[in-house]
């Protein structure tokens, strides 16, 4: 089946956007494609990008290689699925500079392989044009709809290469910091492999903003990327566990109570900036396309 991206819907292109990583290490999570610009606005038509994968740094942490499937295009305008398996340092791989679980890999040498094969990439960027300002988030209501699009258990549809879809709602405000950290809570079921999933504030038929209510509208904000879940013991305790990336059969006395801890989107706009900070040239670093 070939798709035109023209004519995709928001949805559309929600399912283009994420890729399954699974690594040597025996982790499986999710990751986002996300369009870099230097001056951190939407790119234009012409502009140049560093084109992003961005995840959990504890779904890479421990590997040395990476494999994942993206989708081309052909020169006759078809659709392929194409499997993809690198060492992480040809990825240049970027981690957050204050140290939050969130980190970033560069695909432009990727890209340019795809391209001597006569390949273009087929999937959807996202870009700062979905980020909302920080006023448009906190006027985002403390109880919201979302979408968390990624791989559960590592579940996806492999002869189509597509992730699965949940919905939930913000548990806490995107905008405040929960319990003073950069993070919110989604009311979300999370399981292994969603973590570095992308976290969508969306509302079709209507929605609230500002104390007014948008009749017929739709509204869809990054607002954040799921890094781990809250559990609960036989005892009742209730702590904050990064989710598990490897499907390894364990003994477990742990219930998950369907809440997910997300980082503020502010965060990706911190990794972005460090990302494209100058670094010093290592052999086999993907480099800006341009």
């Given at each position: 089946m070939t798709l035109d991206p023209k004519k995709l819907s928001i949805v559309g292109h929600l399912d283009r956007c994420t890729v399954?990583?699974?690594?040597?290490?025996?982790?499986?999570?999710?990751?986002?494609?996300?369009?870099?610009?230097?001056?951190?606005?939407?790119?234009?038509?012409?502009?140049?990008?560093?084109?992003?994968?961005?995840?959990?740094?504890?779904?890479?942490?421990?590997?040395?290689?990476?494999?994942?499937?993206?989708?081309?295009?052909?020169?006759?305008?078809?659709?392929?699925?194409?499997?993809?398996?690198?060492?992480?340092?040809?990825?240049?791989?970027?981690?957050?500079?204050?140290?939050?679980?969130?980190?970033?890999?560069?695909?432009?040498?990727?890209?340019?392989?795809?391209?001597?094969?006569?390949?273009?990439?087929?999937?959807?960027?996202?870009?700062?044009?979905?980020?909302?300002?920080?006023e448009k988030l906190s006027e985002i209501e403390p109880l919201?709809?979302?979408?968390?699009?990624?791989?559960?258990?590592?579940?996806?549809?492999?002869?189509?290469?597509?992730?699965?879809?949940?919905?939930?709602?913000?548990?806490?405000?995107?905008?405040?910091?929960?319990?003073?950290?950069?993070?919110?809570?989604?009311?979300?079921?999370?399981?292994g492999g969603s973590s570095g999933s992308p976290v969508f504030a969306y509302s079709t038929g209507g929605y609230s903003d500002s104390g007014n209510f948008i009749i017929g509208g739709t509204r869809l904000f990054l607002i954040g990327v799921t890094k781990a879940v809250m559990v609960s013991n036989v005892q009742g305790e209730i702590r904050m566990v990064e989710i598990p990336t490897q499907q390894t059969p364990v003994p477990s006395i742990r219930l998950l109570n369907n809440l997910g801890v997300c980082i503020q989107v502010e965060a990706l706009q911190t990794l972005v900036a460090e990302t494209l900070k100058p670094k010093p040239f290592i052999p086999g670093w993907a480099g800006r396309l341009g």
């Open positions: 399954r990583l699974e690594t040597d290490a025996g982790s499986v999570g999710t990751g986002f494609f996300y369009a870099a610009t230097a001056d951190g606005q939407p790119p234009g038509e012409m502009t140049p990008i560093a084109p992003l994968i961005v995840t959990n740094n504890h779904v890479l942490d421990g590997a040395t290689g990476i494999k994942m499937v993206i989708n081309a295009r052909t020169v006759d305008g078809s659709e392929t699925r194409v499997g993809i398996e690198e060492p992480l340092s040809a990825l240049s791989r970027t981690r957050h500079p204050g140290g939050l679980d969130l980190t970033s890999l560069n695909m432009g040498g990727v890209l340019k392989g795809l391209e001597r094969q006569g390949l273009t990439f087929s999937g959807t960027y996202l870009d700062a044009s979905i980020i909302p300002t920080s919201s709809d979302v979408v968390m699009v990624g791989y559960p258990n590592g579940l996806w549809d492999a002869v189509h290469n597509k992730p699965v879809f949940r919905r939930g709602v913000t548990a806490t405000h995107a905008a405040i910091p929960w319990n003073g950290n950069p993070e919110f809570l989604i009311d979300t079921a999370t399981f």
